[in-house]
């Protein structure tokens, strides 16, 4: 079992940066594609960017494509998600996930993904 830590998110203006960091412990997630996704308040889940298990492959959904970068370092076992030109409706609670299956892509189906952190807020001030 892995167990997912996020870190790093906060209240910042508009058109600022943030970088959130998923943590892992327990099991190593190296063999596995990860997940950022997030939840509004009021509004379901959705996906935001996800990685392949070798790192080479990302997807980003439309409104985030350009503005953030998802990216991992195998050895430390950690998830980043650096965010720019941050927007008021990109204010939510940013999660990290662990896909199911082993060696594959990412997806945006948030049921592909099993292990799930606690979540990190993201406020952004227009």
């Known amino acids: 079992q892995v167990q997912l830590v996020e870190s790093g998110g906060g209240l910042v203006q508009a058109g600022g940066s943030l970088r959130l960091s998923c943590a892992g412990s327990?099991?190593?997630?190296?063999?596995?594609?990860m997940g950022w996704f997030r939840q509004a308040p009021g509004l379901e889940r959705e996906f935001v960017a996800g990685?392949?298990?070798?790192?080479?492959?990302?997807v980003y959904s439309d409104s985030v494509k350009d503005r953030f970068t998802i990216s991992r370092d195998k050895a430390k076992n950690t998830l980043y998600l650096q965010m720019n030109s941050l927007k008021s409706e990109d204010t939510a609670l940013y999660y990290c996930a662990k896909r199911r299956t082993p060696y594959s892509g990412a997806t945006m189906v948030s049921s592909d993904y099993d292990n799930w952190g606690q979540g990190t807020q993201v406020t952004v001030s227009s």
């Open positions: 990685i392949s298990w070798g790192g080479s492959s990302n």
């Open positions: 327990g099991r190593s997630f190296s063999n596995y594609a």
